[in-house]
């Protein structure tokens, strides 16, 4: 019998940065949301100011922690395609979210809490797509080449 192992490569260390991060990150989102909802905001509203919180923190973190080893130019030019991804990011998560929530919350036996699993959902999807985009493009390796691979990760 083969157990499955994973070597630790420099990518999947960068990887589980990131998660870690987005722990965070999302802990953050979750609780504003959550906050907001409970405060009467509707959800697209609640959503779109929680997830806006959580890319600051991960902006931040993933800048000097999880991409240390990019070239550091100013940190607005790495903000703006940083906040490009997380913009697509917030879309595909919300539309989640909205697509989800009603549907959640009849499973939950009409319960207003529908949201929480539908953004459950809309984050571990969202996660891979933030990841590659901000590895490929935000934050390029030192020799500004594109990693030729996932290796360790995908």
Same mark, same amino acid.
């Given at each position: 019998?083969?157990?499955?192992?994973?070597?630790?490569?420099?990518?999947?260390?960068?990887?589980?940065?990131?998660?870690?991060?987005?722990?965070?990150?999302?802990?953050?989102?979750?609780?504003?949301?959550?906050?907001?909802?409970?405060?009467?905001?509707?959800? &697209?509203? /609640?959503?779109? @100011?929680?997830?806006?919180?959580? #890319?600051?923190? =991960?902006?931040?973190? *993933? +800048?000097? !922690? %999880? $991409?240390?080893?990019?070239?550091?130019?100013?940190?607005?030019?790495?903000?703006?395609?940083?906040?490009?991804?997380?913009?697509?990011?917030?879309?595909?998560?919300?539309?989640?979210?909205?697509?989800?929530?009603?549907?959640?919350?009849?499973?939950?036996?009409?319960?207003?809490?529908?949201? &929480?699993? /539908?953004?459950? @959902?809309?984050?571990?999807?969202? #996660?891979?797509? =933030?990841?590659?985009? *901000? +590895?490929? !493009? %935000? $934050?390029?390796?030192?020799?500004?080449?594109?990693?030729?691979?996932?290796?360790?990760?995908?």
């Amino acid at each position: 019998m083969t157990i499955l192992t994973l070597r630790k490569t420099p990518e999947l260390t960068r990887f589980l940065r990131f998660l870690a991060v987005g722990a965070l990150g999302t802990l953050l989102d979750f609780g504003l949301l959550t906050t907001l909802k409970r405060a009467g905001v509707p959800t &697209l509203a /609640a959503n779109t @100011l929680s997830f806006s919180a959580g #890319v600051i923190n =991960n902006f931040v973190l *993933n +800048r000097r !922690w %999880t $991409f240390g080893d990019a070239p550091q130019s100013r940190w607005t030019a790495q903000f703006v395609p940083f906040a490009l991804v997380s913009l697509v990011g917030l879309v595909l998560n919300s539309g989640i979210v909205l697509l989800l929530e009603v549907p959640f919350g009849t499973l939950l036996g009409g319960s207003e809490w529908g949201y &929480l699993p /539908a953004k459950a @959902l809309a984050t571990g999807v969202v #996660v891979f797509w =933030n990841y590659c985009a *901000n +590895r490929l !493009w %935000t $934050f390029r390796p030192q020799d500004g080449q594109r990693p030729k691979n996932f290796e360790g990760i995908l």
